[in-house]
Nanobody, 123 residues
Framework: QVQLVESGGGLVQPGGSLRLSCVAS????????MAWFRRAPGQEREFVGS????????YYGDSVKGRFTISRENAKNTVYLQMNSLKPEDTAVYSC????????????????WGQGTQVTVST
């Protein structure tokens, strides 16, 4: 089992920045590809970004490319999501997820999920 705990969410004004963190425990963190997904009220879960076990490969959803950056520190069992130039449409619950093997963009391929952290972009 892998346990994931997110933090760093909150209320931010449009154009602002936030950095989310996700700390993993339970298994060897560096064996897992990691990802961030988000779900806005009334919408399906949306892929935000994913990263390979060594950080060498990253992928992003079209709506966040150029604004968000995913990274990881295996020594700290932590994956990050740096979010810049935030927009009201970025408002959602952000969850991190883990899977063995290559990073993917599809929700159902991830085995382990955190509880999520709320991000609200508003004036």
């Amino acid at each position: 089992q892998v346990q994931l705990v997110e933090s760093g969410g909150g209320l931010v004004q449009p154009g602002g920045s936030l950095r989310l963190s996700c700390v993993a425990s339970g298994r060897t963190f560096s064996n897992y590809a990691m990802a961030w997904f988000r779900r806005a009220p009334g919408q399906e879960r949306e892929f935000v970004g994913s990263i390979s076990w060594d950080g060498g490969s990253t992928y992003y959803g079209d709506s966040v490319k150029g604004r968000f950056t995913i990274s990881r520190e295996n020594a700290k069992n932590t994956v990050y999501l740096q979010m810049n130039s935030l927009k009201p449409e970025d408002t959602a619950v952000y969850s991190c997820a883990a899977k063995l093997g290559l990073p993917q963009t599809v929700v159902v391929l991830y085995n382990y999920w955190g509880q999520g952290t709320q991000v609200t972009v508003s004036t």
